[in-house]
């Protein structure tokens, strides 16, 4: 399998495999401005994720336990999965939040709006600002 040498979720492997080996499927994604990446990539950040993470948000601590970037968007901000299972933002100008509540419904949003917009644009500070929102 694919991303096999990431600490990504078995779940989210599978998904990221699917969409690295469809070429539609990529540019579905990318249109939508979520850039997925091969496992080199994955794994690489992984190995410098603390620097890469206190580059978007400064030195701090995190409340999740386990935070692993599987995407980017055209800014570099990353798309993580938090603790396992939620799927998270974390921005270029400190926006973050949790997004989607697993990588099965992160997936039906994107195919929803169907490259016809990006991420961004579909959820604002508001939605980010709480699990509930």
């Known amino acids: 399998m694919k991303y096999g040498n990431t600490n990504l979720p078995e779940n989210v492997r599978a998904f990221l495999e699917e ?18 990446y091969d496992e080199d990539w994955v794994k690489d950040l992984e190995e410098n994720f603390r620097q890469e993470f206190e ?27 938090l603790d396992d299972e939620l799927i998270g933002y974390i921005g270029t100008e400190g926006q973050c939040g949790i997004v989607s509540r697993n990588i099965n419904e992160f997936m039906n949003i994107i195919a929803a709006l169907k490259g016809s917009s990006l991420l961004a644009d579909f959820w604002n ?9």
Do not use: H, Q
């Not at 500070?125 to 929102?133: F, P, Q, V």
């Open 55 to 81: 580059d978007l948000m400064g030195p701090g601590e995190s409340s999740y336990k386990s935070i692993k970037a599987f995407a980017r968007d055209a800014t570099g901000a990353l798309w993580v999965v």
């Open 19 to 36: 969409i690295i080996d469809d070429e539609e499927l990529c540019d579905a994604f990318y249109s939508s401005d979520v850039e997925i």
């Open 125 to 133: 500070l508001d939605t980010l600002s709480s699990e509930e929102a």
